[in-house]
């Protein structure tokens, strides 16, 4: 009896191990050649960080970011140098072209995923950076290139930073950091540095957003306060330095007197200026379907005993919308 | 000028031309060619249409005044909602009863014949009281209500009213990260969970949509009312005194609705939290104005595309399923037939759940449709080799309290498991082919199914806690 069951047992484990292509030996080796590919592009994104902030990059530096053991480190710098994506000049540690551009694809594709994950599937702005960095390894060349068509060829991420295009190549012009802007000059925020991830939680928590108009009404060695308008942010200065500001677009100069639709009262006409900035994606094609084009009269006609949504009418018919999406749209009052 | 034939541009150095020109475009193009083409059809409709006074407004704004109005608009909603399924339920027993009849006489007929004809009564039996009892029963018990339900639920949609609920109910979901026109998708699972399912394409947003269908189960359909109304009458009804005993069934019934509800609303808000996280997408919803409807088109799609469509994916599972009940109740182990055998194997988990191993089977079997649960259980129950249907009221209650043993809380969790469970196998197969993903399909029957082990399992302790039975 023993002996059956041991005899049908062995052979049973040998499959379930060794099986050619489910086995758990193929898959446990798949995910190994995985994750050191893995690692292995974000230790080239890293590089490429490097170059682009004029510092050079060195083992140290690399198992900082990585967070892993000299030894490990050392082995995917083998392995890099092996696939002649790297060359060493004394301790430091450049792209070879091969390398640059397979960099450029993984921080291509990281930043698309950016621009999906929050204007298609409506992310939180905190949690994008992470499931981007989730995904940016399993994108090809090609998928990045139908990835960027179906989003519209866009040019930054949702904090800003430049997506390269097919060809590797980065978008022009940069915001300055807020502590070297003057005081009391208008300006817009074209750039939230999402790394590191505490100073970024800080920069959301405060309510700045990319596309706000702002300006700096106070700085102190300890502390900048920001104003829009009409509310006030305090930042730390370490964190000031990450959010990146540009002078205001003709555009935007337009939105100086608009007011978000929600705060039209009942009945009162106003007339669409513009769809803010940081509505992208899904919503604004949403929006635009419907008809809310700049220029277009809308007004508010039915209230909701809860106070939201509330009725518009515009173009003839009636659209209820939600508070968080009638802020979206800038509306002059006539 | 026209393009040189001898030397056409390369598709490359185009591609490339438009790549460099895209980088000055700015960010507002899109904006600007959506602004175009409104402008240009302003420009169209103000040729061919003109308009003289704004009576149409006027009556329209009075009517929404009164729908959305704090006082009127939640009662008139509630009481519409009311009227139209007591109009179901009161109004399909007739139909039922005759379709049921003339089904059911050919079913005997055909089974003499077959007799007469010599050919083994198991061939008989699986054929005509498998397979077609199975097809009949749900073609009977269906039919009725979809057929009224739709067209009512239809014509209040083609008046315009409906988006006004949704307008109505929107704070509600907002608060559970849903989208309002849940509402809708909602009222529509009162009439059948699977159409409740494909209504959801009104709602644009994938993670929005996927939380309504996800949650469609939760609204008891036409199909579980009567049990719900059944054991309203024979055990919650008799609990309380005469005078009272109508309003504590009705009460009863719509206690499970409400429950339905609310579970609805904790569930979207979980998932909207967990698995489907996101912020709300754009909420933008229609009001359209009010309009005549159109009886041709309400009839149309209440009948073809609602209530034949269902009733098709219905009767695809439901004869298999016959085939099925039949086996397990005439092939016997012993003296014993294989039902009453998994019956007395399941009826320990059953009695945890403070239900028992009968009804656990009938949920299993049964699973085609929620209409045949019931005459599964009795089939089990009085020993018979078909599906039987409803002795009186009495004799019933006789039969479960007196010969196998059900309490109050027996009852009371019955309902709450009728409410709480997997979803058909048509609402299942429509879920998977409404998301095209086995993974949602599992998750859309496995969810309701493990929150009514979890209910009724607590509420079958807390009363046994209590010595309440």
Known sequence: ?334 | MPPNPTNPPDATEILAKADQLRGTLGTGFRDEIVKSLYNEAETIARRAVHAEGDHKYDFDQRIDRIVTSPIFGLPIMLLMLAVIIWITVIGANAPSNLIASGLFWVEAQAANLFESWGIPWWITGFLWHGVYRGLAWVIAVMLPPMAIFFPMFTFLEDLGYLPRVAFNLDFLFKKSGAHGKQALTMAMGFGCNAAGVVATRVIDSPRERLIAILTNNFVPCNGRFPTLIMLGTVFVAAAFPPAFASIAAAGSVVGVVVIGVIFTLVVSWALSKTILKGEASAFTLELPPYRRPNFIRILYTSLIDRTLFVLFRAVQTAAPAGAVIWILANINLGNVSLAQHIADFLNPFGLLLGLDGVILLAYIIAIPANEIVVPTMLMVYLGTGMMTDLPGLNDLKTLLVDMHGWTMLTAINLMLFALLHNPCATTIITIYKETNSKKWAALGALLPLGIGFVVTFTTASIARLFGWV
């Open chain 1, 1 to 334: 009896m023993n002996l059956i069951l041991w005899l049908s047992l062995v052979p049973a484990l040998l499959v379930i191990v060794f099986a050619p292509r489910y086995g758990l030996r193929t898959l446990l080796g798949n995910w190994r050649e995985m994750r050191t590919r893995e690692l292995m592009e974000d230790a080239l994104k890293h590089l490429i960080d490097r170059e682009q902030q004029g510092r050079h990059a060195s083992p140290e530096s690399l198992a900082g970011t990585l967070g892993l053991p000299a030894a490990k480190v050392m082995n995917i710098i083998a392995r890099m140098n092996s696939q002649n994506l790297i060359e060493h000049r004394g301790v430091e540690l450049y792209l070879t072209p091969e390398g640059e551009r397979w960099a450029l694809h993984v921080v291509r594709a990281h930043r698309l995923w950016e621009r999906y994950l929050a204007d298609e599937a409506r992310l939180p702005l905190e949690k994008i950076h992470a499931e981007a960095h989730r995904r940016e390894h399993s994108l090809t060349p090609a998928q990045a290139d139908e990835l960027d068509a179906a989003l519209g060829y866009p040019t930054r991420d949702p904090h800003g930073d430049p997506i390269p295009n097919r060809d590797g190549v980065l978008p022009s012009g940069g915001g300055t950091p807020l502590t070297a802007w003057q005081t009391n000059r208008p300006a817009r925020i074209v750039h939230l540095e999402d790394e590191p991830e505490l100073a970024y939680a800080q920069i959301l928590a405060a309510g700045l957003r990319l596309g706000q108009t702002i300006r700096i009404i106070e700085t102190a060695p300890e502390r900048y306060v920001l104003s829009d308008g009409e509310a006030e942010y305090l930042l730390a200065p370490a964190v000031a330095a990450n959010v990146h500001v540009a002078p205001l677009p003709e555009s935007m100069l337009a939105l100086t007197d608009a007011v978000p639709l929600d705060e039209l009262r009942h009945n009162q006409r106003g007339e669409i200026v513009a769809l803010d900035e940081a509505c992208q994606g899904f919503t604004r094609r949403r929006f635009l379907d419907l008809g809310l084009t700049p220029g277009t009269t809308i007004y508010p006609e039915l209230k909701n005993s809860f106070g939201d949504p509330r009725g518009y009418r515009v173009r003839g018919t009636l659209i209820a919308l939600r508070r968080e999406q009638a802020n979206q749209v800038w509306v002059k009052p006539t």
